[in-house]
Every structure is written in structure tokens, then in C-alpha cells.
């Protein structure tokens, strides 16, 4: 066990490599946030400044993305889930909040079907249970193989643009630029190991209906990765769960509208520990 620290770009030894985090705040059950392929922990920066003050918050970069190096590992999203166990064993977490957007999701709901008793609630975010259909697969393959042969730019470029809702890249060029250095720091091999992982993943969707930890379902309204259907039947089969759309949103809807998305995170954590949003916005008025 580690006595914990405090701050940013932190390294721990877990499962045969250092994984690197941020862990700011104070808090009983620690909130910790897994970004999405082929990204790294910076996309939650907004999430942790506006909850810190509140809240234990903790940002990972997932195996291999970010400054958690390997460049030796077959990644795959069992190997994430273990990961993120051996991590909150590591940091003496007896249970988490898990948030998880996209690739993320997948190793939440990985985790949570194998070690449901780590979690206290479940925040699922421009993610799916699904699993790859064949097409999906091959065409990831092809991918790997034209990458391989050619390199990684176009890839990477096009995968970017398609992220984003249209109006974030005519109209957020910063927000676009920033995210697409964290794309473009990925080495190569990194990359297609990440298109690997992602499509030799196994379905989580019939494990859905024993989720019983309260579930929180984030999608942006015009996300093409992970489509809004896909959140809808989550949240059809997540007794209990709550899902909210972010309208002018694709695939990083923390992102593209952070004041929004925080919003719905807040609500739903004052609502774990039974505290009435509403009433707590009206007080703040009268003292206002």
C-alpha cells in the first residue's frame, strides 16, 4: 500500500509498469476518471478542477496512452480492467466512483462485471456494451495493416475530426488542436495496439441487468463513434440508471461542453449522498 500523494503526473509501480495520475481533492469514495482511445488523462482536466474542491479526484492514463509507457504489452480491455483493480489495491481504494468515456466505458463495465463489489457508482460516458461485429472488426484490421504500412497521420487526423461535433470544429479550433497533440503523441505501435484491444473486446451487455450500484449515462446527442442508441439501451437494461443528452455534442461531450456535463456529474454525485440539488441551488441563491 502507498501512503497517498497529491497532485499531478504521479507515478505508481502496478501490474509491471508505472502508471501515471493526478489525484487532487479529499473524499471518502474517490472518483476515478479512464479517458477514452487514443487519448490520455488531460481530457478530464476540466472535470477535476471543478470538482476537486469536493471531491477526491483521481485521473489515470490507461496502459500504454499518455505518460503510462508500454510499448511491450498486448493491450487489451481485461488487461485495462486489472490494471485499474491493482491501481486502487496500490492506493489502498477500497471502492471507487468509476468514470469512464468510450474506451474507458468498456473498462468500467469490464471491471464492474468481474469486481462489482470495488464500486459504488457507475458513470458511463459517449460509451457501449457491444462488442465489435465482424465488419467493425475488419475494418479496425485494415486500419492496423494501412498504418503499418503507411503510418499513423491520416489515421489519426481523420479520427480526431470525427470526435468532434461540427460546430466545435469550425468554432472550438483550440479545443481541436489541443486534443489532436494528445492523438498524435501516441507512437505507432500504441495506436494499432489500441485498435486491437478495442476490437477483440467482449460484449458487456448481458451482464447490464446486474448492475445495482447507481448509474449515471452521459451522450453527446450527435456522437458518431458511439451513437445515442447504444446509451439508450444501456440505460434501458441498467435498472435505475439516468441518462442525459448534451445537445451540439459528438463523441467528447466533456469536451465540447464541460459546463453542461459537470452539471449532470453533480447532480447525480449530491444525489449519492442525498442531498437535494434543487434546494442546494435555491439556498445559494438566498445567500446570494
Known amino acids: 500500500m502507498e501512503t497517498a500523494s497529491k497532485g499531478y503526473n504521479l507515478t505508481t509501480a502496478v501490474n509491471n509498469f508505472n502508471l501515471s495520475y493526478d489525484d487532487l481533492g479529499e473524499g471518502s469514495i474517490p472518483i476515478i476518471f479512464l479517458h477514452g482511445y487514443p487519448f490520455d488523462k488531460t481530457m478530464w482536466q476540466n472535470q477535476l478542477d471543478f470538482l476537486k474542491s469536493s471531491n477526491r479526484v483521481i485521473a489515470c492514463d490507461i496502459r500504454g496512452f499518455?505518460?503510462?509507457?508500454?510499448?511491450?504489452?498486448?493491450?487489451?480491455?481485461?488487461?485495462?480492467?486489472?490494471?485499474?483493480?491493482?491501481?486502487?489495491?496500490?492506493?489502498?481504494?477500497?471502492?471507487?466512483?468509476?468514470?469512464?468515456?468510450?474506451?474507458?466505458?468498456?473498462?468500467?463495465?469490464?471491471?464492474?462485471?468481474?469486481?462489482?463489489?470495488?464500486?459504488?457508482?457507475?458513470?458511463?460516458?459517449?460509451?457501449?456494451?457491444?462488442?465489435?461485429?465482424?465488419?467493425?472488426?475488419?475494418?479496425?484490421?485494415?486500419?492496423?495493416?494501412?498504418?503499418?504500412?503507411?503510418?499513423?497521420?491520416?489515421?489519426?487526423?481523420?479520427?480526431?475530426?470525427?470526435?468532434?461535433?461540427?460546430?466545435?470544429?469550425?468554432?472550438?479550433?483550440?479545443?481541436?488542436?489541443?486534443?489532436?497533440?494528445?492523438?498524435?503523441?501516441?507512437?505507432?505501435?500504441?495506436i494499432t495496439m489500441g485498435l486491437t484491444a478495442l476490437a477483440e473486446r467482449t460484449e458487456t451487455c448481458t451482464t447490464l441487468g446486474a448492475i445495482t450500484v447507481p448509474t449515471l449515462i452521459i451522450c453527446g446527442r450527435e456522437d458518431t463513434v458511439t451513437p445515442l442508441a447504444q446509451s439508450e439501451y444501456m440505460h434501458e437494461n441498467i435498472k435505475g440508471s439516468i441518462l442525459q443528452v448534451i445537445d451540439h455534442a459528438g463523441h467528447v461531450s466533456n469536451l465540447e461542453h464541460p459546463d453542461e456535463f459537470n452539471k449532470h456529474l453533480l447532480g447525480f454525485l449530491n444525489g449519492l449522498t442525498g442531498i437535494d440539488v434543487e434546494q442546494v441551488g435555491a439556498d445559494q441563491e438566498n445567500i446570494i
Open 66 to 190: 499518455g505518460k503510462s509507457k508500454d510499448e511491450e504489452s498486448a493491450l487489451r480491455i481485461d488487461l485495462f480492467a486489472a490494471d485499474l483493480i491493482k491501481f486502487m489495491d496500490k492506493l489502498n481504494i477500497d471502492k471507487a466512483i468509476i468514470c469512464g468515456l468510450s474506451m474507458g466505458g468498456f473498462i468500467a463495465l469490464n471491471a464492474m462485471r468481474k469486481f462489482p463489489e470495488r464500486f459504488e457508482a457507475l458513470i458511463l460516458c459517449d460509451t457501449q456494451c457491444i462488442a465489435d461485429t465482424a465488419e467493425v472488426k475488419a475494418k479496425r484490421y485494415k486500419t492496423i495493416d494501412e498504418i503499418k504500412a503507411g503510418g499513423a497521420t491520416e489515421f489519426s487526423e481523420g479520427f480526431t475530426k470525427s470526435v468532434f461535433h461540427e460546430n466545435s470544429l469550425s468554432d472550438k479550433k483550440e479545443l481541436v488542436d489541443a486534443l489532436r497533440s494528445v492523438v498524435f503523441a501516441n507512437s505507432e505501435h500504441i
